[in-house]
Every structure is written in structure tokens, then in C-alpha cells.
């Protein structure tokens, strides 16, 4: 319901309220490509640039223009705008919407249509985008009527950015953009939706029940998810990690709400997390979920994730409370602002938070670190993959990173220790071809900061066309191919679960040359070889004020481990480095079916992943 507003009545088209409307909600920058049904927008976008408003960047495929309005609101926390025409350049934007509502980033997709008598007669371009997205945005309008623009943009814009972000599209037939009316704008905040409430301050009963079970708890893990990033939660999980010594895991959404060069950070858990965060999750007595959905490639077999722990939910979200796990203590609210309240409550009560209750548990956390370390491993002919990626976090720390997705992806999961925001990855979807666009809206977004793409040789060619747009508007991002010839990740399984029939996954016949590819662009190319030559590569590229392609050929065979297989539990993993032996005495025993030595404790054999 639209509030009532002094602003008087002008004569204006609808293109006009739909620009007007996005300026008025702060938006600076937007992303996309023009076709005919979009036109009448695009031509009032045209004097919004003149006048210095807005800025419109043109990307090659509207693929890329919505992962770069994503990559945008990842790195700032603000709403990404994208535009498409109809037909084609609506269901081009698909991969890309489905890419934020997989992981609740807030934006705003606005597509052309065929004007409305048209609707429905099979017109030239028409697709029914509404009726094809359903399922993969948070809301979705089409716009029936000009004098609706402004309150269905508000409203918009109110619903990517509140409660659970996520995207909604606005579907804008040809002729309401041309249309003449009596517009009376709507500024932020000047919408009613009564039906849409998200519950923020979490229940006092359950926050006083939370606290009682964290101060019973020996082995305690806070598991933090994306949601903490969404709502800034950071600075209060260290607060609550430190006051009762909680280890604290993330997952691949929730990378930066947790300072990995803390102690008490065990890193990333899940098919390609640590080996001590696994066996953390495997073994503790309760389990705090923050802001987490508990998905299928963090929690292996369900059944067997945190089986010995209680477990505190906390989300904004009421339908991911007890989706995939019943927990003891539900907490429905924002994430930050519980935490708040749970801290609060705390200093209340008095007497509250660590008395060496959890000292061994830590230990027996460390002792799992050094004895399953993360590996840099070194060849003696080639470069390793993780020793480019633990180069360049070493050369550039403060920078955001994007990466594609595949074994690059869990490499720089890793290796790279990131702040809040400045970890901007496909993880839900696992969208490949996701790097360079969305390493365009951070940059665009944060033109004074450092930001560079970690892309894979497969998936970098999916929206390499994107070399274009950085080329054409200066975008000074810096992209790094980790060159293996193949689908890596794709090999991998093939390797480790088909009997190595690697069907369709070697990418080295048509492999362009990237350098020469890079440079027809107008970007800086680099070829890297050698470990002789990577150190002064990435100095140089660091250095260098424009955006650069650099191409590092590595280990053709490398796998990414530690791994949980399809099926197994987190504490079965594969891939793990060989056990060093453990300071103090511990009971071994031998696996029954493969006769390893193992730590009793673990449960399951680290070889062969048989329950012990």
C-alpha cells in the first residue's frame, strides 16, 4: 500500500517512474544489454547517464550481467540491478537469478516485454519470464499498469534486501515504459507490505535455553553459514567464540564472518573442508548453526552429521529451522541481532563464559591440526595449484576474491583466510562461468579496492566474453587461470568413482591461447610455467593499473582433498595426509577392513572410511 506523499503530480512514461524509482533507491550502477522490448527504458536510462546519475555498464551476455550485479551485492551488502530485454535476454539472466536465490543475494532484475495486447499471442521474443522464474526468485512482478511502477519498485527493493535477501524480478511490458501518467514518486521506506513481516528479535525463552545448553556443553562448534555475512554478524560470533572458547567452523557461503588466522578458527567444513573441522563437527556435543541451511555438501550423510550433539539453529528463515535437522534450541530471527540479544543476556546473568570447561576439547582440535594439515604440496616439474593460490593470498591478503567454480574453487576455499565479504564465490548452484562478471560488479562497486578472480581453464571460457566489458570500461580486475587442461573437478570423479573413464572432461584440444585471446580483448595477457616465474608474475600483475589475464599452467593430475565421498559421513574422508605421530599416548587400534592404524577416537578409518 502506497503512503501518502506531498510530492505533486507529474506527466511522465513509465520508463521515466522505473528510472527515477531506482535513483531514488540508490542506485549508481547497473548491468545489462539492450534488445527491443526494453528499448523505451534504455532510451530514459540514456538521459539518466547524461545527467551523471547513473551508470549503465554494458556487458556481452546477459549471463554476465547478472552475476555481476550479484558479484556487486556480495562485495557491498547493497541491492545489484541488472537489465534484459524479452525472449532470449530474459532467459539469459536465468542461470545468474538462480545463482542469487541459491545463495540469498539481494537483487533487482528488471526485463523488457512484449507490450500487452501482445501477452500471450506467441509475439516475437515473448517468453514468459514470470511464470519461468517462479521458483528461483524471492518475489516477481509484471507490470500491468504505469502508475504501479513506483510502488511495485519500492516494494521490490524492500523485499531483496529485508528478512532473507534474495532476488525479485520486475517484468515491464514495451508499452508501459511508453505510456504517459500522473507519476507520483515513492522514496524507500514509504511502503506498507503487511504481509511480509520478518521476524528480527529472536525469543527470549529459547535465548536463555541456548545459553544454558552453551555453558553444559564440553565439546561445543558454532557452524557459521552465509546468514552471518548477510547480516554482518562477524564482530559478534568472535565475541560469543571468545567468551565461552567455542572452535569455530564456516561453510563455503560463510567464509569472512570468522577470522581464519584466529585460534579458535577451524576453517572451512564439508566435502572439501579441513580434516579437523570435519572431525570437530563429527564429534562435538552440541552444534550451533548461524545462519547455516545444513546442506547436503556440508553435512555428508545426514543422519551421521553432529549425530552426538544437540543442536542451536538460529535464522532469519522459519522454513530452514528443522528443514534437514530437528533442532533442541530453534531460534527464528536475524542473525546479528540475536546474537546481540544471547550477549546481552550474558552480561546479565554474570558468571557466564569459559572456565577451561572446553580446554581439552581445543587440544584434542589441535592435535587433529597438526596431524591433518592442510598440504601445499611441491613438484619438482610442474607448479602445484595450491602453491599459485597460497602464493597470490599471501601477495595480495586485503584483496576480494571471485572465483569460478570446480577444484580452483575449493583450493582458494582453502587456502585463502578472507574478511567479511571479501570471500564472493558460486556456492548453492555452483555456478561455473560465475568469476569474471562477478569480479566486475565488486570492482565496479569498490573501485579503490583490490579484486581478483581465481578461474579455472573450463570454467573461465563460459563468460570469457566478459574480457570485453572490463576492456571497453577500464575495470581493473585481475583474473587467474589455474590451467590443468581439464574439467578438474569433473576428472576427479571420474577418477575416484568411474573406474577412470574420463568421458568429456579433457578441455586441451581447442584450448584457446589465452594470452593472445586476452590481448585481442585489449587486456594485459601473462603465460606463468614455471615456479621460477610466479612470484615476479603476480608482482607484476598486482602492480600493473588495468585489468590483466594471467594463464598459470599447473599439475595436470592434482586432486583436491581432503574429500567426503557421495554417501559417506564428514569423519570418513579421503585424501587425508599421512597421520604423524601424536605427541602423547593415545589408544590404537587396527580397521578391521583395511588394517590401518587409527586413532580410536576418530571413529572412522581415514583410508578406507570403515566405521571403526
Known sequence: MQLQTKIAAKRATGAFALIDSLKRHGVQHIFGYPGGAILPIYDELYRAEAEGDIQHILVRHEQGASHAADGYARATGRVGVCFGTSGPGATNLVTGIATAHMDSIPMVIITGQVARPAIGTDAFQETDIFGITLPIVKHSYVVREPGDMARIVAEAFHIASTGRPGPVLIDVPKDVGLEEFDYIPVNPGEVSLPGYRPTVKGNVRQINQAIKLIEEAERPLMYVGGGAISAG???????????????????????????????????????????????AVSECDLLIAVGARFDDRVTGKLDEFASRAKVIHIDIDPAEVGKNRTPEVPIVGDVRQVLIDLLRRCREIGDVGNDNQTQSWLERINRWREDYPLVVPSYSDSLSPQEVIAELGKMAPDAYYTTDVGQHQMWAAQFLKNGPRQWISSAGLGTMGYGIPSAMGAKVALSDREVICIAGDASVQMNIQELGTVAQYGINVKTVIINNGWQGMVRQWQQAFYGERYSASNMEIGMPDFEMLARSYGVKGMVVKSRDELHQALAEMLAYEGPVLMDVHVTKDENCYPMVAPGRSNAQMIGLPERRQLEKAVELIYCSNCGAKNVASNNFCPECGTKL
Open 233 to 279: 554478524a562477524h564482530a559478534e560470533i568472535a565475541e560469543l567464540a571468545e567468551l565461552f572458547q567455542i572452535p569455530v567452523t564456516t561453510t563455503l557461503m560463510g567464509k569472512g564472518s570468522f577470522d581464519e588466522k584466529h585460534p579458535l578458527s577451524v576453517g572451512m567444513l564439508g566435502m572439501h573442508g579441513t580434516a579437523y573441522a570435519n572431525f
